[in-house]
């Protein structure tokens, strides 16, 4: 079933020049960038992409993260989606992912972590919506 998710290459992995890294990574899955954005996001914006976790005691430290330099934002579609961009990943905490994962390759810590993936059907279509106008979205 062909789906579409939300990645965000984030700042740590932007710094460190790992965004073609991990877009051949998804090219390679089956997973084809239909939406792409390099931006740096404001602090604000990230308080608005992540308020589900406003509660959390990360939050502060996690929008000062993804608003202190510049990350690439994605749209992502092929067959389960979703799912299969969630396996690339690896597990948040990079010491914890499985090798061969983009956060094992690319991640520095559990905060430090190079990507972003939504985690379900629901949080896909908000975190789409929130980045990208259905009109921008190509395929």
């Given at each position: 079933m062909s789906e579409r998710t939300l990645a965000i290459v984030k700042p740590d992995a932007v710094k460190k020049n790992a965004i073609g890294d991990i877009i051949n990574r998804y090219e390679k899955a089956g997973l084809r960038p239909v939406a792409m954005r390099l931006m740096h996001?404001?602090?604000?914006?990230?308080?608005?992409?992540?308020?589900?976790?406003?509660?959390?005691?990360?939050?502060?430290?996690?929008?000062?993260?993804?608003?202190?330099?510049?990350?690439?934002?994605?749209?992502?579609?092929?067959?389960?989606?979703?799912?299969k961009n969630r396996e690339l990943m690896g597990a948040t905490d990079p010491a914890k992912a499985e090798?061969?994962?983009?956060?094992?390759?690319?991640?520095?810590?559990?905060?430090?972590?190079?990507?972003?993936?939504?985690?379900?059907?629901?949080?896909?279509?908000?975190?789409?919506?929130?980045?990208?106008?259905?009109m921008e979205l190509v395929g």
């Open positions: 996001m404001s602090k604000a914006t990230a308080q608005g992409f992540y308020a589900v976790h406003k509660a959390r005691p990360f939050f502060d430290s996690l929008c000062t993260f993804m608003s202190s330099g510049p990350c690439v934002v994605l749209v992502l579609q092929g067959d389960n989606a979703i799912k090798q061969g994962t983009i956060r094992a390759a690319h991640g520095a810590n559990i905060e430090f972590n190079a990507v972003h993936g939504s985690d379900a059907p629901e949080t896909a279509k908000f975190e789409i919506g929130y980045f990208f106008a259905e």
